[in-house]
Nanobody
Framework: VQLQASGGGLVQPGGSLRLSCTSS??????MGWYRQAPGKQREMVAT???????TFADSVKGRFTIIRGAGQRTVNLQMNGLQPEDTAIYYC?????????WGKGTQVTVSS
């Protein structure tokens, strides 16, 4: 199983970015995004189950949205109102039966 992520980049504060992740194999019951800032632990950003249950970190509620693509193999994270504290490496995650699969990280940098 491979998780292929795209998106990310450099954006000014208040700007928007969209991250996308596609599974080449399994359909994951739970799929979403985590991030890791320099010197910090990896943290959950947003996840979405095939049943439609979404979970967001408190720090991104109201700014980020997450959707699953057709066939449930894609998850997209729309990030609006980005702030410097959102700067991190973002990792796509797929989870089935307690097992985690990770994509390569993509850098998101919010800076003026």
């Amino acid at each position: 199983v491979q998780l292929q992520a795209s998106g990310g980049g450099l954006v000014q504060p208040g700007g928007s970015l969209r991250l996308s992740c596609t599974s080449s194999g399994s359909i994951f019951n739970d799929m979403g995004w985590y991030r890791q800032a320099p010197g910090k632990q990896r943290e959950m950003v947003a996840t979405l189950t095939t049943g439609g249950r979404a979970t967001f970190a408190d720090s991104v509620k109201g700014r980020f949205t997450i959707i699953r693509g057709a066939g449930q193999r894609t998850v997209n994270l729309q990030m609006n109102g980005l702030q410097p504290e959102d700067t991190a490496i973002y990792y796509c995650n797929g989870r089935n039966y307690g097992m985690d699969y990770w994509g390569k990280g993509t850098q998101v940098t919010v800076s003026s």
